[in-house]
């Protein structure tokens, strides 16, 4: 293979310094977001739905040494004794606290051996190939610090992030309520792409009919007329299980959302603020954003059709790596990265819009999709299943785009993700969509 790969369409860079760029970048800002805690916090649990952080830390390490390490560099382990402790299948989170977890000035420690060891495998490998394993670690990292980064939401006390606010570009003009993407058949799937993960593989053809999509992702200020005509009382807009499920946990808005006089305010980070109206949605689970789009006599888009949306080209044919096309992202196309600690406005980013017009596809916020999360016709698991194979089922359901704290080394128009329909605590939002008329 050769020793060079495009990243983006424009500039090519050596194999071994983009995987080196891809793991310093991660480690980086893993380091940010733990260094910034006292050592209570890191092992503390702030949430059953989460791990301890010091748990993640060493999870990370334990991955990079399992996969770059013993498998790329084929070197003796480090520490075997941790692989059954950072197993992420073999104990629940709830459970995580329990464990005899490294301390996190020890799990500092394992981090650095193996990274130092992993960029000398990197260095001296004679082909590095396509660099797969170094950016499937790279990912992997990031997207555990997106993890850590839902945790710090749910953490209690005073805020240790901060990030500017991202820059308010409001249209010249409103932008029309809805797009629409025309019918016919795209390649859906990654092509060409060294990194795509197993479950964004194989490319194969999909034909969907013309549908109208939302413009730009649901906004709060949408969100509240839904609750405030009662949508979270009449049980016509929800799925039984979700209707089951709103009246056990006894939801009433978006997570991290109360009341305030007349008004609703929201925590975010360890801040209490108004909630923006012309932001995204945020922090609502797929029942309530299903329920939402039956409210508004919609539906929410199928996975297939959020990525025509998000990457056909009527005037080529062919599907972007983007919406935009195929250079890699700069913050002028998506809010992505942790930049910012919150979504952009909608309608911002008009440089990232997709050729069909809909703005905000990628970053900002994680969008539900109709779709359970499957395999692609032809899927092969690939390097172990499970990383995806494992959780194909109708018991998650796919999200797509990105969010304000995905990175873009793990954020491109086939990436995707899946959670289940009651999850709350991730950064997701969604957008509607409905059929055309005929004619």
């Known amino acids: 293979m050769s020793e060079h790969t ?45 791990s301890p952080l010091v748990w993640d830390m060493a999870h990370i390490g334990n991955q990079e040494e399992l996969w770059l390490v013993r498998r790329a560099g084929g070197r003796p382990a480090l520490r075997p004794d941790l692989d059954p402790l950072y197993d992420a299948f073999r104990h629940r989170r709830a459970d995580r606290p329990a464990l005899p977890l490294l301390r996190p000035s020890d799990a500092r420690r394992y981090l650095a051996g ?9 260095a001296s490998a004679p082909d590095p190939g396509d660099g797969f394993l170094f950016g499937m670690i790279a990912q992997h990292e990031q997207q555990h610090d997106e993890t850590m980064l839902a945790t710090h939401q749910l953490r209690r006390g005073a805020a240790v992030l901060n990030a500017p606010p991202p820059p308010r570009t409001a249209p010249a003009t409103p932008l029309p309520r809805e797009v629409l993407v025309p019918g016919g058949p795209f390649t859906m ?6 990194w795509a993960l197993d479950n964004e593989r194989p490319a194969h053809p999909v034909d969907v009919q013309d549908f109208w999509l939302d413009t730009v992702p649901v906004t709060n200020a949408a969100y509240q007329e839904f609750i405030d005509d009662g949508g979270y009382d009449d049980p016509r807009w929800w799925q039984p299980d979700g209707w089951l499920h709103r009246k056990r946990a006894d939801l009433a808005a978006p997570a991290f959302w109360r009341r305030d006089g007349s008004g609703w305010v929201r925590r975010r980070f360890g801040v209490t603020e108004p909630v923006p109206p012309d932001e995204p949605v945020l922090h609502v689970s797929w029942f309530e954003a ?11 888009p199928t996975e297939a059709e959020w990525e025509k949306a998000a990457r056909h080209d009527p005037a080529t044919g062919r599907s972007r790596r983007y919406p935009w096309g195929d250079d890699a992202p700069d913050p002028a196309h998506a809010n992505l990265g942790q930049r910012h600690l919150r979504p952009a406005p909608a309608g911002s980013y008009p440089a990232g819009a997709a050729p069909c017009g809909a703005r905000q596809l990628l970053g900002d916020v994680w969008e539900w999709t109709a779709t359970d999360f499957t395999g692609y016709p032809g899927f092969a698991a690939h390097p172990y ?13 796919v999200l797509r785009g990105g ?3 995905t990175d873009p080394v793990a954020c491109r128009a086939t990436f995707r993700n899946w959670d289940f329909p009651v999850r709350r605590q991730i950064f997701a939002g969604f957008r509607t969509c409905r059929g055309a008329e005929p004619g």
């Open 290 to 300: 299903d329920a939402y789009a039956r409210w508004a006599g919609r539906r929410l």
């Open 189 to 194: 799937g990654a092509t060409g792409d060294p």
């Open 6 to 50: 495009l990243a983006p369409e424009t500039t090519v860079i050596p194999v071994r310094e983009r995987a080196r760029i891809a793991l310093s970048t991660a480690r980086r800002r893993t380091q940010a977001l733990t260094d910034c805690l006292p050592e209570p916090e890191l092992t503390a649990q702030h949430s059953p739905l989460m």
């Open 385 to 397: 299943r499970e990383y995806s194979q494992v959780f194909f089922g109708a018991l998650h359901k």
């Open 403 to 405: 969010s304000f704290g």
């Open 114 to 122: 193996v990274r130092d060891q992993a960029l000398d495998v990197l």
